[in-house]
DNA sequence: CTATTTACATAGCGAACGCTACAGTAATAG
DNA sequence: CTATTACTGTAGCGTTCGCTATGTAAATAG
């Protein structure tokens, strides 16, 4: 097993790779093809180290792919968090959402889709952690997407019986199938336009909830 | 190699099991946990037969897959055409789709969510052909959307100006997003509220599109 | 220097993968 | 009956899976 050391100079043999550059590598392949087809192998090729040197620095299979989606998260999937934290109203959170979504889920730079949606979709039972633990990511951005609505409401930018928990499942749920169509490889000007039009949905504030034709 | 007989007596030892009995359990599986995660003993078990009788009647796990897709489309998964096909409205025809995927996606008889949108999105490159035809499949249902809301445009029940590729886009992101919350075990009641709140995308017919607040 | 610590490289573990060879069994054809 | 055809059950093929035992190399500690 290798130990990690806070600072300074460590005492045995110095890795001969970036732990950082390397992990990047392996989110990349977890990104694209998922938890489960994406074999060790695959891994130390990408990643330019051998089977031992993955297990004494990530643990195993499992821990690399949770820290490969830690850092999904605090770098290509950053947009998430910040749109809901930065803009001013709800609106604009949730559009900047959406559109954020669609740049990264069809950037060329790196793999389609969002990691979190689609990772860990096809897995066998010895698998289920890794299922859960991207569902609760799931969970926890519609709880985000949810708690800004219901601030919204209470700012009174939307109508006071606006549903929000439909309306936020209604904003994850388009969040979700732009994933799906963006790995499909959709274009990003369809999906561009898909936002729009989900962005109709946002509530008008006359106190009058929007009634069918 | 197992041969088929086309009608009357056949020739040798008969089918010691039932053909669609199998094949339902081949689907049922597939449908839950992908293609790749299914294993043939898995499928030999479910299905109660051995392997030289799955290969001798079904051809090899790939050719089981699609004819297990083709029988989910012809039966859980019928809605989709009905839906477009037998209402007399675009409107009602995109509700019922929605209404009727949510039913179906939530049915605890059956695996959650949706097999076409779910059950090949983690594959290894040796499976493309399965990837490729399950995105054929979903390419299929988005062109019929489309199609059924061109037709609802061309009779004057949404605005000229109305913007079919992108509404036919949220209508079939919304579905894919349904088949992930449905998987993920989203409650059926919450789902209607989903597909009631992307309704309110429908157009009305006064001839212009409804602006944000 | 030696001792200790840590990482690397090779090589391969047991298990599961998709699939099939082989022998036997149950039907029809004549 | 025998011959032919078609399916079944057992047993195992070669390959890949996630993972690790073993021995060596490269750093620090004293």
Redesign the pocket.
């Known amino acids: 097993m290798?130990?990690k050391?806070k600072s300074g100079?460590?005492?045995?043999?110095?890795?001969?790779?970036q732990r950082d550059a390397a992990l990047e590598q392996a989110m990349r392949l977890f990104w694209s093809r998922g938890y489960?087809a994406?074999?060790?192998?695959?891994l130390t090729e990408a990643m330019g180290?051998?089977?031992?040197?993955l297990?004494?620095?990530f643990g195993?299979?499992?821990r690399l792919f949770m820290e490969a989606v830690d850092r999904y998260q605090a770098g290509p999937g950053e947009f998430a968090r910040n749109a809901l934290v930065e803009e001013p109203t709800g609106e604009r959170a949730i559009r900047r959402l959406l559109m954020d979504a669609t740049e990264c889920f069809s950037d060329s730079r790196h793999p389609w889709g969002c990691m979190v949606v689609l990772a860990a979709i096809n897995c066998?039972i010895e698998s289920r952690d890794v299922v859960n633990a991207l569902e609760g990511r799931r969970s926890d951005l519609e709880h985000a997407v949810r708690d800004r609505i219901y601030t919204a409401r209470a700012a009174g930018e939307i109508p006071a019986n606006t549903d929000v928990d439909a309306l936020a499942g209604a904003v994850t749920a388009s969040l979700y199938g732009i994933a799906i169509k963006a790995r499909d490889g959709a274009s990003r000007a369809s999906l561009r336009r898909i936002v729009e039009q989900v962005m109709l949905l946002w509530p008008i504030r006359s106190g009058k909830v929007r009634s069918r034709a």
């Open positions: 290798i130990k050391a100079a460590r005492r045995g043999r110095p890795l001969a790779f489960e994406t074999s060790v192998s695959d180290i051998s089977p031992p040197s297990y004494g620095t195993d299979k499992k066998t």
